[in-house]
């Protein structure tokens, strides 16, 4: 199994951001992490991706255990794209891509053929080569976001944990990312942990789903039966239904945009 954790919580300061979660994917699979503001999404990948001590339980990469393993050993199997990551305003796309291939570059930081085909194919894939050469801080909020895409895809690991990929893309970018997605597992049999707040792109694009609310997991499983289940509307504490839009089809959430008995916790 690539990819899984058991029982795994993490606490800041005295409180439980996540509680005894348990996770376990196919090689290949696409599992999308869905829940409100605050569920534990970012603070369940950032655990999985061994950047936070876990107060309880494990996560491991193909069996062992991931605080047991070196950055660089998580590194060659698993790259993480965080919610807001951070790189110094004046690199480059090109030089922020290069970057995701230090895992594989030896000690003497020599680039190879296999690594410069690497860094283009990620580069083409997100629509970058154009702006290759541009620094960070002039870019837009997607096309910064579509260079860190690039950089997580340049690493080519067989483990991809991508923290809401999506949320400063267009439509047209939305759709790329996630076909994106979608081949990497189909294709190249990458693992793909996705948290996303879109439900219909969730339902879309996922084998299985997993519902996190307040640190607690309320459900894991195919996206049918989330559909079937009913949290959709008590989870996020809004009105909808899921209608049906064509044979073979995942079903659509067409939500009500009134906000009934929403409150905060
Ligand atoms: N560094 C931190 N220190 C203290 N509390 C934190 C920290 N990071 C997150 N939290 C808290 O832990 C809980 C889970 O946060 P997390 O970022 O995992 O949520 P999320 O599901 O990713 O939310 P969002 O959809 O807003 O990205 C929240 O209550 C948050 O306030
Ligand atoms: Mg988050």
């Known amino acids: 199994m690539p990819l899984s954790c058991t029982q795994l919580s993490v606490q800041y300061g005295r409180r439980t951001a996540l509680s005894e979660f348990d996770l376990s994917l196919e090689k290949g699979e696409i599992r999308a992490l869905i829940g409100p503001n605050g569920s534990g999404k970012s603070t369940a990948l950032q655990a999985l991706a061994g950047l936070l001590a876990p107060s309880q339980g494990e996560a491991r990469i193909d069996g062992t255990v991931v605080s047991k393993m070196s950055r660089r050993a998580i590194a060659k199997r698993l790259a993480f794209l965080p919610q807001q990551p951070t790189a110094p305003d004046e690199m480059t796309v090109a030089q922020l891509v290069r970057q995701g291939r230090f895992p594989h570059v030896g000690l003497f930081r020599s680039y190879k053929a296999e690594d410069e085909r690497a860094i283009e194919w990620a580069i083409e894939s997100t629509g970058l080569a154009r702006l290759a050469d541009r620094a960070l801080q002039e870019l837009s909020g997607g096309e910064r976001q579509r260079a860190w895409i690039s950089a997580a895809l340049a690493q080519e690991a067989g483990i991809l944990l991508l923290d809401e990929p999506t949320s400063f893309l267009d439509i047209g970018y939305q759709v790329e990312v996630l076909d994106l997605v979608h ?83």
């Open 183 to 265: 081949r990497l597992s189909r294709e190249r049999g990458v693992t793909i942990v996705m948290a996303i707040h879109d439900i219909n792109q969730a339902i879309a694009v996922s084998d299985r789903i997993t519902l996190l609310e307040r640190g607690e997991l309320r459900f894991d499983g195919e996206p049918r039966a989330l559909a079937e289940s009913g949290l959709i509307e008590s989870t996020f504490r809004v009105r909808g239904q899921f209608v049906e839009v064509g044979a073979g089809k995942p079903p659509h959430f067409d939500v009500e945009l009134t906000r009934l008995q929403r409150s905060d916790p």
